[in-house]
């Protein structure tokens, strides 16, 4: 029990032994070096106090000596000693003992002149330094002042106290005062600037890095006035953490009080993806990526595949253009601008990849040519559905494929199958086009209406009459009689009408007239049956187009006068007192009213019935997308509908579009773009003439009065 007991403590003195070993090997390994960095100042009288920094002061017993005579030592810490320049010391060197080591600190001075404080120590170009001591007065010359040896503009001056500004780029150093041939050094001045920050725009969370110099441990950044987190520090870069809430506007640098403003940093929202392309493909190939907000600045965008790093070749605000890498495998597209994360679609490395499809829309029975990669060039060894639907192929090639559009096309997906390889179209077929009702109508077509069944009824101004279009484009006279001129009403032809301006139905397809004769203006209806009969008579001769509210409002335009409202029973109300030409005119479900003014202007109003605010959209002649405010048209707007989603359609003549008006964000759109001409097919390849008016069905496809054309013409939008 005895040697038990006694290797038991054997065991624990040299497990107590090693321990002590680690310690001071630990100590050993922390030890800082004996040294001094700067001290201040190197001149002045007896009693002036002098500060010597550094580092390794506490290993003994301080001891400053002055050209052989001790100095008392007022305060000591590891890093900083303050001592007084003793009475009866001689100019020479200053010798600094720590107890085991010494080393000489510098050349002290008896003198006058003695530069005791600089206040602040550090700051930007511009700041105005105080600079403390004695002795800068001179009869023979004014006080000069350097900072890191460039000369400072003095701005103020007594015996005791000199103020002088900080020069561009002066760097950090000692500040020196020179007077007549005496010259005294102070403590050093810590120069600090921004000179630039790398991203310049991003949102909550994105890292920025600033350049500049004299960056301390002290730092506190904010963004637009939002105090932000400081990631990183060393003298020349700070990266910073754009915090929540933050804010358009300049970013500054507080350092001990000294703010340093820096360029400005914008704030945009996170990126959005809308298309890439292609879904699948091997390494080495490259992807596109469409949206907006993107950096133009190929490294501040970075995109992962499956959290594999891509390369960016290229970049726009729209568009990136990327490098497929390798070992991908299977996974999410992934972008970050400036640390602003979105998540794309999932793509597949294989061999086998669709790019584009030429057109991306049409109707069944067009040509369609598939680009990509991995194709095989035997046709049958291709297969190619569209929405599930397979379609015939034309012709193969490795990179194209030429297939038919099937009979009973349906918007969707495109795919391609070889053996047992499967490439997705990175953008849906849709079925999309325009097609020609008849093109056997007259030159004077002009207001137009659809019903539940898909016929659609079109006027003859200056022939007085109605027509009918089936869906399968047989046209036949609807109402009126042509070049019979009055106001009889009647069944079918049996009725007459004078010149029709406008056309509005209702939900059980009634048609509702504007017209105006040599008895002025009327508004009457037409029953499915082709009955007529008068709804209000006795109207100015100057009345135009009509439309209807979801409560059975009619609105017709009167040209000088604007807009009224006619109720149900006869009263007539007028809801916009200013101009208004006989074009058509819309009504959303919330009471929002929209009339052209002019005829002849890009322009048209929107008046919100129940707030009574007026606004202007557009200005010149132009086509520019955007809010309201910058949205452009072309020379004249012929029409104005709601379409079945209560956006607005706009008939924007003479640059051959239907642009759209999101009501809720206050945005247009461009929802069709064509070309003057005549041809059905996509809508990149149609052609149209100019725009009389506009209907719209319940599946939302589109129909154009077009006489130029003398065609009844019908966009099909999905």
């Given at each position: 029990m005895q040697k038990l007991t006694t290797y038991l403590l054997a065991g624990l003195l040299l497990s107590l032994m090693g321990i002590i070993q680690a310690c001071k090997?630990?100590?050993?390994?922390?030890?800082?070096?004996?040294?001094?960095?700067?001290?201040?100042?190197?001149?002045?009288?007896?009693?002036?106090?002098?500060?010597?920094?550094?580092?390794?002061?506490?290993?003994?017993?301080?001891?400053?000596?002055?050209?052989?005579?001790?100095?008392?030592?007022?305060?000591?810490?590891?890093?900083?000693?303050?001592?007084?320049?003793?009475?009866?010391?001689?100019?020479?060197?200053?010798?600094?003992?720590?107890?085991?080591?010494?080393?000489?600190?510098?050349?002290?001075?008896?003198?006058?002149?003695?530069?005791?404080?600089?206040?602040p120590s550090n700051g930007p170009a511009g700041t105005q330094i105080r600079i403390s001591g004695a002795g800068f007065s001179s009869l023979k010359s004014p006080a000069e002042v350097l900072i890191n040896g460039k000369n400072a503009t003095v701005v103020s001056a007594s015996d005791t106290v000199l103020v002088a500004t900080v020069p561009d780029a002066v760097g950090s150093g000692p500040v020196t005062v020179k007077v007549d041939g005496m010259v005294s050094v102070g403590q050093p001045f810590q120069y600090q600037a921004v000179s630039g920050i790398k991203p310049v725009s991003g949102g909550k969370g994105t890292r920025v890095t600033i350049s500049g110099e004299g960056f301390t441990a002290n730092n506190v950044v904010d963004f637009n006035g939002t105090r932000a987190e400081v990631a990183e520090v060393s003298g020349n870069k700070l990266v910073v953490i754009a915090p929540e809430g933050v804010t358009s506007g300049p970013l500054a640098v507080n350092i001990n009080g000294q703010k340093i403003v820096g360029p400005a940093f914008t704030v945009v929202p996170p990126p959005v993806i809308r298309l890439v392309s292609p879904l699948s493909g091997p390494a080495g190939a490259e992807m596109t990526i469409d949206g907006k907000d993107f950096s133009t600045i190929a490294d501040e965008n970075v995109v992962t595949i499956n959290n594999i790093p891509a390369v960016v070749k290229a970049a726009t605000a729209v568009r990136l253009t990327v490098v497929l890498p390798i070992g991908m495998g299977k996974g999410p597209v992934m972008l970050s601008v400036n640390d602003q994360p979105v998540k794309g679609p999932e793509f597949t490395e294989q061999s086998l990849g669709i790019q584009k499809l030429e057109p991306s829309n049409g109707l069944a029975g067009i040509k369609v040519v598939i680009t990509g990669t991995g194709f095989s060039v035997n046709p049958a060894e291709n297969e190619v559905t569209f929405n599930g639907v397979v379609a015939q192929i034309l012709r193969a090639t490795e990179t194209t494929l030429e297939v038919m559009t099937p009979a009973n096309l349906t918007t969707g997906p495109v795919k391609v199958r070889r053996a047992t390889l499967v490439a997705e179209s990175p953008t849906t077929f849709n079925r999309a086009g325009m097609a020609t009702l008849s093109n056997q109508m007259g030159a004077f077509i002009g207001a137009i209406v659809v019903d539940n069944q898909g016929n659609v009824f079109v006027s003859n101004t200056r022939e007085n009459y109605i027509s009918k279009v089936t869906p399968a484009g047989d046209v036949s006279i609807f109402a009126g009689e042509p070049n019979a001129n009055g106001f009889v009403n009647g069944n079918g032809r049996n009725a007459r009408f004078g010149s029709i301006y406008g056309l509005t139905i209702d939900e059980v397809n009634n048609i509702y007239v504007s017209e105006v004769g040599a008895g002025g203006g009327t508004i009457r209806k037409v029953t499915p049956q082709g009955d007529v009969t008068t709804v209000k008579s006795g109207l100015p001769n100057d009345v135009g187009s009509i439309t209807r509210d979801k409560k059975g409002n009619l609105y017709y335009t009167q040209l000088y006068k604007g807009v009224f409202r006619l109720y149900p029973d006869g009263m007539l109300e007028n809801v916009f007192g200013r101009t208004a030409e006989d074009l058509r005119i819309a009504i959303s479900n919330n009471n929002d009213l929209f009339i052209v003014g002019d005829k002849y202007e890009p322009t048209f109003y929107w008046q919100q019935l129940n707030s009574a605010k007026l606004t202007w959209v557009g200005s010149s002649s132009g086509y520019q997308d955007g809010p309201v405010s910058s949205a452009l048209f072309g020379g004249t707007i012929s029409s104005l509908l709601m379409d079945n989603e209560q956006n607005l359609l706009i008939a924007d003549m003479h640059n051959y579009a239907l642009r759209k008006l999101d009501l809720s964000t206050g945005q247009v759109s461009t929802a069709v773009k064509l070309s003057r001409g005549y041809a059905d097919g996509s809508l990149d390849q149609a052609k149209m003439g100019f725009v009389a008016d506009i209907a719209i069905d319940k599946e939302g496809s589109i129909y154009i009065s077009d006489p130029n054309n003398r065609a009844i013409r019908k966009i099909v939008l999905k």
């Open positions: 090997k630990d100590k050993v390994a922390t030890v800082v070096p004996f040294e001094v960095r700067s001290y201040y100042p190197n001149s002045g009288g007896a009693g002036t106090l002098v500060t010597i920094s550094g580092s390794g002061f506490l290993d003994g017993k301080a001891s400053v000596v002055f050209n052989g005579t001790d100095a008392e030592v007022l305060s000591n810490t590891d890093s900083v000693v303050v001592v007084r320049a003793p009475e009866k010391g001689q100019s020479g060197t200053i010798t600094f003992s720590n107890g085991t080591k010494s080393l000489t600190v510098g050349e002290y001075t008896y003198q006058k002149l003695s530069v005791q404080k600089v206040y």
